[in-house]
């Protein structure tokens, strides 16, 4: 009996961990395609992202650890008469006479993940599609959608029981591969959005399928969707701040927000603060050094009862902008 309830209390930090992923990071808008599909696509440029999060560093070696990759990519481009036009003052005459048909966007994505909180190990990984319309020469409607598959698995080895234990049927069940479990969902989202501002809306849950079921229980959904809303408010020729808000909502409705501004100078450098209402706070610095690379940092911490077991937790995300042929930089709202 003893072992039982050293599982289940074993189990109990996992429950966050449960299907439903969605990328756990300080710098949530350089994944935005992970939470809503319909970004899949929005930059002009194939775009990779790679982020690596440290949690809880007073934990040392045991500390949780995230990472995630996520690529995107147009598979078509919007007819580009402007760029073409040998008089600007025609640009947005012939940028009007384009047919809406012609500057439809396609983008695919992809997205893989790896995470370890405790003894509990989780990989996997999806595609996204978006279809992108016109709904003015500046605003655009995007739906998308993500086919995820997701690995959880209880690290059985991991788990002490004392020194010689009786036998227990449970744990050797465990002990014999019934602690994985595989999951295959489908989620999607709708996207309203301009170079000035966004809305968008996800929902994760539209279908779901186990693959592979675990007597540990990872089955249970967490996160039911996300709303997310941001603007640009220049300040002066070489300040912008970007206000934003993100809305997770879990199973039981309640709502998990987080509220940032950024602010970008001369498009180059940024800077911005992070609250999140379960009582933490982030600090987020960055640089674009080329037209193709730029670096992100972030530190997170507790400001509830929960400080004094959390000195912190790091987030450093590359972005790499390929074929930016026109130097352009990334829809981070």
């Given at each position: ?5 050293t599982?289940?209390f ?31 696509g ?10 690596y ?10 500390a ?23 008089r600007p ?40 599609y ?9 605003l655009?409607l995007?739906?998308?959608f ?12 991991g ?12 744990y050797?069940?465990l002990?014999?591969g ?25 929902y ?39 206000p934003s ?11 998990l ?8 100078l ?35 911490m ?17 972005a790499l ?8 930089r990334?829809?981070?709202?």
């Amino acid at each position: 009996m003893m072992r039982l309830f050293t599982i289940a209390f074993i189990l109990l930090p996992a429950i966050p961990a449960f299907c439903q992923y969605i990328p756990n990071s300080g710098q949530a808008f350089q994944f935005a395609s992970a939470y809503n599909a319909a970004f899949t696509g929005v930059d002009e440029f194939a775009d990779l992202r790679i982020g690596y999060r440290y949690q809880m560093a007073g934990y040392g070696t045991n500390a949780p650890k995230f990472a995630n990759i996520v690529f995107n990519y147009r598979l078509r481009q919007p007819a580009d008469l402007v760029t073409n036009s040998l008089r600007p003052s025609k640009g947005n005459a012939l940028a009007s006479a384009v047919p809406a048909k012609k500057r439809i966007i396609h983008g695919i994505g992809a997205n893989l993940f790896s995470e370890k909180v405790g003894l509990i190990d989780r990989l996997g990984g999806g595609v996204s599609y978006a279809f992108h319309y016109p709904l003015t020469r500046k605003l655009r409607l995007s739906a998308g959608f993500t086919a995820f598959i997701e690995n959880t698995q209880l690290d059985v080895n991991g788990i002490y029981l004392g020194e010689n234990p009786d036998q227990d049927p449970f744990y050797d069940h465990l002990m014999q591969g019934s602690s994985k479990h595989s999951e295959f969902s489908l989620r999607g989202g709708v996207l309203l959005y301009s170079r000035n501002f966004y809305f968008g809306v996800s929902y994760f849950p539209i279908a779901t399928s186990v693959i592979s079921n675990s007597d540990a229980n990872f089955s249970d959904p967490f996160y039911q969707g996300s709303v997310q809303t941001g603007f640009v408010l220049p300040v002066n020729a070489d300040l912008v701040l970007k206000p934003s808000v993100l809305a997770i909502v879990q199973t039981d409705n309640h709502v998990l927000l987080d509220y940032s501004v950024k602010g970008y100078l001369k498009n180059r450098a940024w800077f911005g603060l992070t609250y999140r209402d379960i009582k933490a706070g982030v600090v987020l610095l960055g640089f674009d050094f080329t037209k193709t690379l730029s670096v992100g940092y972030s530190y997170e911490m507790s400001m509830g009862d929960f400080g004094k077991f959390n000195d912190g937790s790091h987030d450093l995300v590359l972005a790499l902008r390929l074929n930016n042929f026109k130097g352009l930089r990334s829809y981070t709202w």
